[in-house]
């Protein structure tokens, strides 16, 4: 089993930054894809960003430019920065994992394990 742990969201002025990390422990794979994922309220879960522990890293076209996903393997760790936030990018941000990669990193019915979600919020 394998758990995710996110932490570093809050609230932010519109303009302004944020970084969310997303900590994994348990029965862990050296070769994995982990993904952020969001969720406005009344809207469905949508995918965010994608790291293959190979390195390539995937973006959704609402934050290519602004968010810059990140992996420390060695510290099981993703971090997902967020720059320039906008306020339709308030919802919570959910970290996913999976062993080996996946094309298809943007499904999130193609991952195995979940946290449990950071609230970020962006005020205009």
């Known amino acids: 089993q394998v758990q995710l742990v996110e932490s570093g969201g809050g609230l932010v002025q519109a303009g302004g930054s944020l970084r969310l990390s997303c900590a994994a422990s348990?029965?862990?794979?050296?070769?994995?894809?982990m993904g952020w994922f969001r969720q406005a309220p009344g809207k469905e879960r949508e995918f965010v960003a994608a790291?293959?522990?190979?390195?390539?890293?995937y973006y959704a076209d609402s934050v290519k430019g602004r968010f810059t996903i990140s992996g420390d393997n060695a510290k099981k760790t993703v971090y997902l920065q967020m720059n320039s936030l906008k306020p339709e990018d308030t919802a919570v941000y959910y970290c996913?994992?999976?062993?080996?990669?996946?094309?298809?990193?943007?499904?999130?019915?193609?991952?195995?394990?979940w946290g449990q979600g950071t609230q970020v919020t962006v005020s205009s």
């Open positions: 348990g029965r862990t794979f050296s070769s994995n894809t």
């Open positions: 790291i293959w522990s190979g390195g390539n890293t």
């Open positions: 996913a994992r999976r062993d080996y990669y996946s094309s298809a990193y943007y499904l999130s019915s193609n991952y195995d394990y």
